[in-house]
Every structure is written in structure tokens, then in C-alpha cells.
């Protein structure tokens, strides 16, 4: 059964550095997703993204955000530089969207960001 | 931004009984709505959905029912199994289709 992958699994990064995430969707997918879970919180919706470009973004996701599609398998996430409050668990999903319907959104197993 | 709710944190049931976990939203706008089950460390596992346009959907052991004038749905797991043993989160599709999500309800099942 087709299923999102992300890598790293963990991830130990300093306050400052830049960390990218990655996730590949499944293949026939057309709409992707970062959603990100702080210990103890909610799941929260960050960015989604379609043919390319952004389609939604949260007040979470801001200047320090990016997203990319740098080919035709992969996903990322790119936070410029980290502060302590950016730890949590980051999944990415991934849904084949149909004109005019909702589509369930599929998610990988999380990459968990530790900053320190 | 408490949208989505699920107001019990918590619920233990013996296996084979029903399990009824609920879920309330705010957000008329939302039309369509989906559960997932997460267990620690991994990322949330899709289990069934249900359209604005329905009141119930039914998967195997599970059963989602929609009240949209109540802005209320529930899942039903029956027969409980120990296995279903997991915090299950209730969402909706709000705007460009993202998924805004309740707080979850960690669901014991005991043998």
C-alpha cells in the first residue's frame, strides 16, 4: 500500500541553524501538506501546497517558513533559523484532490525536531 | 481557536463492548470531516470520513454519524479490541483543504 515517507525520523539541531525536512507523498498525489504537533498539543495545519505554489499557510508559518517541490518525488520543509519554540513533531501529508471535493489527506510517520 | 473540540480526554472501555468517542465543531463552513487514529511517535492513520452531505458512514467496525444541526459527530468502534488502544483525533476540512483538528481522546480498551 502506497504510504508518505519522512526523513529524518529525529532531528537535534541548535537554535540558529537552518534544518530542512523531507517527505516524499505518495506518487499520484497532487496536494501536500505540513502539519506540526507540539508536545501535549494539538496537531496543527502549517502549509499546503498545489502545482507548485502555496495554497494555504497558517499564522504559524511565517518568514522563517519555506516549501519546496525541488523535483518530482519530494517535498521539504526549510526553517531558516531555529528557535526553541520550533520543537515539536512535523508531519507531512498528501491528498489526490478532486475537483470540487474533499479528499482524505494521508500522513507520513513525523520527523521530531528537537531544538536546544 | 477551538473549532474543532473533543471534550473528553480520556475513555476506557472493555473489549467487546462499543467504544463512542464525540466530537463538536463551530465552523458551519465545514463540510467534510475525518478521524484519524495515532498511536506515540507516528503520524496519524486515517479511519474514516463522512461528507456534509451524509449522516452516517460505516467502515467495517466503525461508524461515524454526523448531527449537522447539533455541529456534533461521534465514532463508534463495536466490537471493541485492545488493539484499537490509541488517542483518535477528530477533524475538519476548513479552507483550502486544510484539516483543523481537536485536542484528541486517548481510548483504553481492556481485555
Known amino acids: 500500500e502506497p504510504e508518505v515517507t519522512q526523513t529524518p525520523s529525529h532531528q537535534v539541531t541548535q537554535m540558529g541553524q537552518e534544518v530542512i525536512l523531507r517527505c516524499v507523498p505518495i506518487s499520484n498525489h497532487l496536494y501536500f501538506y505540513w502539519y506540526r504537533q507540539i508536545l501535549g498539543q494539538k496537531v496543527e495545519f502549517l502549509v499546503s501546497?498545489?502545482?507548485?505554489?502555496?495554497?494555504?499557510k497558517s499564522e504559524i508559518f511565517d518568514d522563517q517558513f519555506s516549501v519546496e517541490r525541488p523535483d518530482g518525488s519530494n517535498f521539504t520543509l526549510k526553517i531558516r533559523s531555529t528557535k526553541l519554540e520550533d520543537s515539536a513533531m512535523y508531519f507531512c501529508?498528501?491528498?489526490?484532490?478532486?475537483?470540487?471535493?474533499?479528499?482524505?489527506?494521508?500522513f507520513g510517520p513525523g520527523t521530531r525536531l528537537l531544538v536546544l | 481557536d477551538q473549532q474543532v473540540k473533543q471534550n473528553s480526554p480520556s475513555l476506557s472501555v472493555q473489549e467487546g463492548r462499543i467504544s463512542i468517542l464525540n466530537c463538536d465543531y463551530t465552523?458551519?463552513?465545514?463540510?467534510?470531516f475525518l478521524w484519524y487514529k495515532k498511536y506515540p511517535a507516528e503520524g496519524p492513520t486515517f479511519l474514516i470520513s463522512?461528507?456534509?452531505?451524509?449522516d452516517k458512514n460505516e467502515d467495517g467496525r466503525f461508524t461515524v454519524f454526523l448531527n449537522k444541526s447539533a455541529k456534533h459527530l461521534s465514532l463508534h468502534i463495536v466490537p471493541s479490541q485492545p488493539g484499537d488502544s490509541a488517542v483518535y483525533f477528530c477533524a475538519a476540512v476548513g479552507g483550502f483543504q486544510k484539516l483543523v483538528f481537536g485536542t484528541g481522546t486517548r481510548l483504553l480498551v481492556s481485555p
Open positions: 501529508a498528501s491528498s489526490a484532490r478532486t475537483s470540487g471535493s474533499s479528499e482524505t489527506q494521508y
Open positions: 501546497f498545489y502545482n507548485n505554489e502555496i495554497s494555504e
Open positions: 465552523n458551519s463552513m465545514f463540510d467534510y
Open positions: 463522512i461528507s456534509s452531505i451524509k
